[in-house]
């Protein structure tokens, strides 16, 4: 009887532990995100936003409460190599000319600050950042952080694909304040 007794002691023990274990993961899930800085570190010339390398520690923005910076990297080329759904997306100030490639983006943040926008366009002077891939916004109404557009010798966003949103996008500043309209949502034909 007392084997018997200790068995279903260990088991009411193991079985409050993991429950115990499960509601700590629970809570700290939000401070665990995925939030990642491509560095293009992935060599051999893999591109691919999956690969862990390409991102500083390894931490890949895959769920749609995960931030994506473009940072400064040599390979400043992003394949987005199966559709990817994710907060925000931030292009720091000075990063080089980016190219984004390959399936559907799809930007999350209903944020309406320069702090919360779904798309960051920081760039830098005559820098560009462009979406060959389809890019969907799905807040009501969503925001995109254009204010680099603003300063003298501006950058570029160029959509070549596709550009959906579930309601509307607006900017920040509003458009009629930033002098080079036209190099934003310009399409290049091929």
């Avoid at 084997?3 to 079985?15: L, P, T, V, Y």
């Avoid at 931030?67 to 990063?95: E, F, H, K, Y």
């Avoid at 009501?140 to 959509?159: E, V």
């Amino acid at each position: 009887m007392n084997i018997s007794i200790q068995f279903i002691a260990r088991r009411r023990s193991s079985c409050l532990a993991l429950v115990t274990a499960g509601a700590v993961a629970a809570s700290l899930a939000p401070l665990l995100a995925a939030d990642g800085t491509w560095n293009g570190g992935g060599g051999s010339g893999d591109q691919n936003w999956t690969t862990t390398s390409n991102w500083v520690g390894g931490s890949v923005p895959s769920a749609t409460t995960d931030n994506a910076t473009l940072g400064t990297a040599t390979n400043r080329t992003v394949n987005v190599d199966s559709a990817q759904s994710i907060n925000w997306l931030a292009w720091n100030a000075n990063a080089g000319n980016y190219i984004v490639n390959g399936s559907q983006l799809t930007l999350n943040s209903a944020g309406s600050t320069s702090s919360t926008a779904a798309l960051r366009a920081g760039g830098g002077s005559g820098q560009s950042l462009t979406f060959n891939n389809a890019v969907n916004f799905t807040a009501a109404t969503a925001f995109m952080d254009l204010n680099f557009l603003g300063t003298s010798g501006a950058g570029s966003l160029i959509f070549n694909g596709a550009v959906t949103s579930s309601g509307s996008v607006n900017t920040l500043p509003a458009l009629s304040a930033i002098p080079p309209v036209a190099s934003i949502f310009r399409r290049r034909r091929v």
